[in-house]
């Protein structure tokens, strides 16, 4: 985790009109003169333009649109999705730290996220990887600790995705399908995935992670995913606000998952069938690990499993899979 670095750009950030002396930074932050050196180095290295002038101290000449906690936190309307925030600039991936940490016995909070401006192994599901571009997407994992039913996990997954439908849609305007399980289509094309994890006891999930990868502001995907996926930027023709993205998700899952506390599965099932195009009459042809499953979609059942129709008459119930082919 970053920390000392968020607090570092942090104050670089509140006084970007004039320069900070490297005095005063050290003083402020309780270190060294040379271990703000070496902090601005670092953070030159993530992309922060910073500029050292002699005798003055140091200048930031371009605001980054970085995920900072102190940015965070004062802006955010949740009593416990995202009141934890473990940033980073660079990490291997930010599903790889969340796991790290439970499986040391740190004590995280129900609700903490881990956010990296970028990720050098991102993961994507079924050993895929996931294409982790700096300061153009938001690459975070939500960690959520309340004993859960194993059989509600996949449940809660789909919640998540019905959050980030909601979220995106309103932030941005787009129009948003969920495929299923639990990838996020504009215009056809994917722009978020959502890879969920988790640690569990046997017959409760004990921590369950959402890794959750958006693409926001990527100007163009790599050529071998530019057919399949797209960002909100590409789509929406203008450049949108990671950071209110990221609030707008966390407070809706929040108000998701309290439904879902009052009224059970219905609470999630009823919205993503509204928001999926897949729920109901379309043609699948699903591998579930295990074999392939083809057939129409007739809805959800009350554990989030897809209910496909098979040539003969039969339902098949899908907890996940992956989707190789559809109409
Ligand atoms: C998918 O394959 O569709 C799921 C992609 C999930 C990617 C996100 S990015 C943040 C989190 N950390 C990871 O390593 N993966 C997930």
């Not at 005063?24 to 601005?40: E, N, Y």
């Not at 999630?268 to 042809?285: D, M, Q, V, Y």
Request: with cysteine.
């Amino acid at each position: 985790m970053d920390r000392k670095l968020d607090e570092l750009l942090f104050a670089l950030m509140q006084n970007m009109t004039i320069a900070v002396s490297g005095e005063k930074l050290a003083q402020d932050l309780k270190v060294s003169h040379s271990t703000i050196s070496r902090w601005v180095e670092k953070l030159r290295g993530s992309g922060m333009e910073i500029r050292g002038e002699l005798f003055t101290g140091y200048r930031l000449t371009r605001l980054p649109d970085v995920l900072l906690p102190q940015l965070i936190r004062p802006r955010l309307h949740t009593r416990e999705m995202g009141r934890t925030v473990f940033h980073f600039f660079s990490v291997d991936s930010t599903n790889a730290f969340a796991l790290r940490m439970l499986t040391h016995g740190r004590k995280v909070p129900h609700g903490a996220v881990v956010i990296a401006e970028s990720q050098t192994a991102g993961r994507g599901r079924l050993g895929r990887s996931w294409h982790s571009e700096p300061e153009s997407g938001l690459y975070f994992s939500l960690i959520l600790r309340s004993r859960i039913p194993t059989p509600y996990a996949p449940l809660i997954t789909l919640g998540a995705a019905v959050a980030l439908h909601n979220a995106i849609e309103r932030e941005t305007g787009l129009d948003v399908d969920i495929k299923w399980p639990n990838d996020l289509l504009v215009g056809g094309k994917k722009v978020c995935g959502i890879l969920a994890e988790m640690q569990a006891d046997f017959d409760r999930v004990s921590a369950l992670i959402i890794g959750i990868g958006l693409n926001v502001n990527h100007a163009a995907l790599p050529a071998e995913l530019a057919d399949r996926a797209t960002s909100l930027r590409i789509a929406s023709g203008r450049m949108q606000s990671r950071i209110e993205c990221l609030m707008a998700f966390l407070e809706d899952l929040e108000s998701v998952l309290s439904h879902f506390e009052q009224s059970g599965p219905s609470a999630i099932i009823e919205p993503w069938t509204r928001h999926s195009s897949f729920a109901a009459g379309r043609h699948l042809r699903v591998n579930d690990g295990f074999r392939m499953i083809e057939g129409m979609t007739r809805g959800l059942n009350a554990s989030g499993a897809i209910r496909i129709e098979t040539a003969d008459g039969a339902i098949e119930e899908v907890y996940s899979g992956d989707v190789v082919y559809w109409s």
